[in-house]
């Protein structure tokens, strides 16, 4: 594995078109990251020696997108110490009401925190996993502070036609 401070993982290729926008921001914010294909269903034991190595390998967060029955996060966050963000990807059948339910209710012990459906999830994930980052990290710390002062200048006051 590549040593890296956050691992995404995710159930499918299918999941990388949401998943990729974590990525995106952790690019943007120079955080180093791992993006694999770690299966709950279909290749468990890949995600078991994923979730148990996880830490050693030198991953400091995980986040994990999964849709349908999407046990990938709560399965990983049984595995590790780390803390895992996950994220429900937007399903075809339940539009990811499936996903958000499959991953938000933990039972008590076994946290995952559950970011909104898709893109938005995905983004917020990345930003979550750098505002931990940041607590130990001035550079992250500094590159967070001027991306959030980049998307506050970049609201107009008044809406204009398009
Ligand atoms: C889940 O099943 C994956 O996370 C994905 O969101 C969903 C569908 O997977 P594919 O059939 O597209 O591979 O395990």
Redesign the pocket.
């Known amino acids: 594995m590549a040593k890296a401070d956050v691992a995404i993982i995710?159930?499918?290729?299918?999941?990388w078109p949401t998943m990729k926008h974590a990525a995106e921001v952790l690019d943007a914010l120079g955080i180093s990251y791992d993006a694999r294909i770690v299966?709950?269903?279909?290749t468990p034991d890949r995600m078991y020696e994923f979730a148990k190595g996880a830490k050693a390998a030198g991953f400091k967060i995980i986040i994990a997108?999964?849709?349908?029955?999407?046990h990938?996060p709560g399965m990983t966050a049984s595995l590790t110490p780390l803390p895992v963000f996950g994220v429900p990807?937007e399903?075809k059948c339940l539009s990811g009401e499936d996903?958000l339910l499959s991953i938000v209710q933990m039972p008590g012990g076994i946290p995952v925190g559950t970011l909104a459906i898709g893109k938005a999830g995905a983004t917020n994930a990345a930003l979550l996993a750098a505002a931990v980052l940041a607590l130990s990290d001035k550079l992250i710390e500094q590159k967070l502070e001027d991306f959030r002062s980049a998307k506050t200048a970049s609201v107009g006051e008044r809406p204009l036609d398009a």
């Open positions: 995710m159930g499918s290729q299918s999941d299966s709950a269903h279909r997108g999964a849709g349908g029955a999407a990938l990807v399903s996903s």
